[in-house]
């Protein structure tokens, strides 16, 4: 699902043609074709903490030079010249 969300496709029945179509694919995930039907049974069976981890690393990744740089709030004083 990671390739799938990187290349941006957009439904299930895109991937199983996708991966139909992919020489690449049948290496990796060593069969020729699926069917859409066989990717939704997959996908039940992994568990929902594990997309979780997936999207929030990523997001604790943008987060961490934003925490880094001061903000008003962390500033002691502002002075306001005109």
């Known amino acids: 699902m990671i390739f799938a969300q ?3 496709i ?3 029945t895109t991937m199983a043609k996708h991966v139909k179509d992919t020489k690449e694919l049948h290496t990796e995930l060593e069969f ?3 069917s859409t039907s066989q990717l ?3 996908l039940k069976h ?3 903490s594990l997309f979780e981890t ?3 690393y990523p ?3 943008i987060q961490r030079p934003l925490q880094a740089t001061p903000t008003v709030e962390q500033s002691r004083r502002l002075h306001i010249i005109d």
């Open 46 to 48: 992994l568990s929902p």
């Open 59 to 61: 997001v604790q990744m």
């Open 40 to 42: 939704s049974r997959k």
């Open 6 to 8: 990187i290349n941006e």
């Open 32 to 34: 020729d074709a699926i």
């Open 10 to 12: 957009d439904s299930l």
């Open 54 to 56: 997936i999207f929030h």
